[in-house]
């Protein structure tokens, strides 16, 4: 079968926010299948605010997108040929070759093969993904929620805060979000169960909007955001309060510094841990369990802004560090 790939490669490196003509796309002839191998249509790519930190040259967990070369991410979609015994032609699968519509892998790269009879199959970048394992591993391996606490979630409306927001509700926690709109805090409110949703946008002082949600203090924070966030949520927090530390957006485009109160985690006992999800996957099929149980109850819910071809995937990128997607944002190939 002869294939040509349309490509996303990375045609040079921002400086400050994302510009569109840090991308090209590409078309290019794949190779003839071979052995142990299998050719996919990929149907549904993530995008996520780490992608941002590698399309820089910096040292970091995960190597960086190269010029020139094809971007990469999380994807799923259907095995249309096999030479891997393994795999069949129609067979769901999970790999990270996403950026691109077609992708020829070996099938030991990674190819997780997916049982999307119950679910749709974008749910596997999702509450199913490693979006959804970040907020379970880091709420409940880190933060250990008891009931009757209080927690705060900054981009409580993303991908992984209003999965955060929501375990966190089951766990009997009381539970602040911060948002960038009043529509994502009306979902927070009226869709999530969230107690008090804060939007950002509309108060000068976050610090003293926290303290106004949170009177006697926070006992997690679990942070997507850094920055003004991070600040304010160690000015609040309550001694010994935990913080999982899962991304700080505000800080990948280089618009904002470290919090000025660090000194206060010495002060309070404060416990703040970083963490990257594929350092934790042993948890996957314990989160994964508790996950499906949870949405087939209804106690979880999801909501996704899909950004329709591959050709607009860089537009995708570029609207979530708008504020632009509610819940997960995905490309839908095709």
């Known amino acids: ?20 003509q840090n991308f090209v796309l590409v078309e290019r002839p794949l190779p003839a299948i071979a052995p142990g191998q299998v050719l996919v249509r990929n149907l549904f790519m993530s995008v996520d605010p ?73 749910a596997f970048l999702g509450a199913l993904g490693l979006p959804g394992h970040a907020a379970y591993y880091g709420l409940v391996h880190i933060a250990k929620p008891q009931a009757g606490e209080t927690i705060f979630v900054s981009s409580a409306a993303g991908a992984v805060g209003s999965l955060v927001a929501q375990i966190a509700k089951l766990k009997g926690c009381r539970v602040i979000g911060s948002v960038g709109s009043e529509a994502k805090a009306e979902w927070l409110r009226d869709e999530l169960g969230v107690d008090v949703a804060i939007n950002y946008n509309a108060e000068p ?27 304010a949520a160690i000015a609040v927090a309550k001694d010994f309060a935990r913080f999982p530390l ?30 990257v999800g594929i350092n934790h996957l042993d948890i996957w099929e314990e989160f994964t369990h508790e996950m499906i ?30 504020g632009d997607n509610i819940g997960k944002m995905l490309v839908r190939l095709g």
């Open 1 to 20: 079968m002869s294939v040509i790939a349309r490509e996303i490669h990375l045609n040079s490196r921002p400086t400050g926010k994302i510009e569109p």
């Open 50 to 122: 780490y992608m941002r930190g590698r399309m820089n040259e910096a040292e970091s967990y995960i190597e960086p997108f190269q010029i020139g070369a094809v971007l990469e991410g999380t994807a799923v979609g259907e095995v249309i040929e096999s030479t891997d015994s393994r795999f069949s032609v129609g067979d769901a699968v999970a790999h990270f070759a996403g950026w691109r519509d077609h992708a020829l892998l070996d099938g030991d790269d990674h190819v997780t093969p997916l049982d999307a009879t119950h679910v749709p199959i974008q």
């Open 205 to 231: 002082d976050l610090e003293a909007a926290l303290r106004r949600a949170a009177p006697e203090g926070i006992d997690i924070y679990f942070d997507n955001v850094g920055g003004s966030h991070l600040k």
């Open 246 to 275: 899962c991304g700080m957006v505000t800080q990948y485009n280089g618009e904002s510094e470290g919090p000025s109160n660090i000194y206060a985690v010495i002060q309070k006992s404060l416990l703040l841990q970083g963490f």
């Open 293 to 322: 149980k949870w949405i087939a109850e209804g106690q979880i819910k999801t909501r996704e802004t899909i950004v329709n071809g591959l050709e607009n995937a860089p537009d995708a990128l570029i609207g979530l560090f708008a």
